[in-house]
């Protein structure tokens, strides 16, 4: 179930980009929501949420070099790149719980 999720939340993002990208115009949209307390609200929300997602896979990585990689693919692709991560790590578990949570390095 975990592994669907992940596989439509890569689909659902990679629609959301590309519906963004040909209908929308990020340099003059970005200012107008940076003016709304809404719009603000909302980029300390996801800059959270990759803080701490980013600090699970920091946890989780053999190699700090591959963490710092998934780190700044977060910050800049959003949640098209957690859900990516979430699937590689879903597969390397292989049904292993343990091994989901704490990375190959701990199991």
């Known amino acids: 179930m975990l592994k669907s999720f992940a596989i439509f939340s890569i689909c659902l993002m990679l629609t959301a980009l590309g519906y963004g990208f040909i209908y929308g115009e990020l340099s003059e949209e970005s200012n107008i929501l940076m003016s709304l307390p809404w719009g603000r609200v ?29 780190v ?10 957690t859900a990516i991560y979430l699937l590689k790590a879903i ?14 390095k701990r199991s």
Not at 72 to 81: K, R
Not at 91 to 104: C, N, P, S
């Open 42 to 70: 909302t980029i300390i929300d996801f800059y959270t949420g990759i803080a701490i997602f980013s600090s699970w896979v920091m946890f989780r990585e053999q190699n700090a070099l591959i963490s710092l990689i998934w």
């Open 72 to 81: 700044i693919a977060f910050i800049f692709t959003g949640n098209l790149a």
């Open 91 to 104: 597969i390397e578990a292989d049904g292993d719980h343990q091994k989901l949570l704490f990375g190959l």
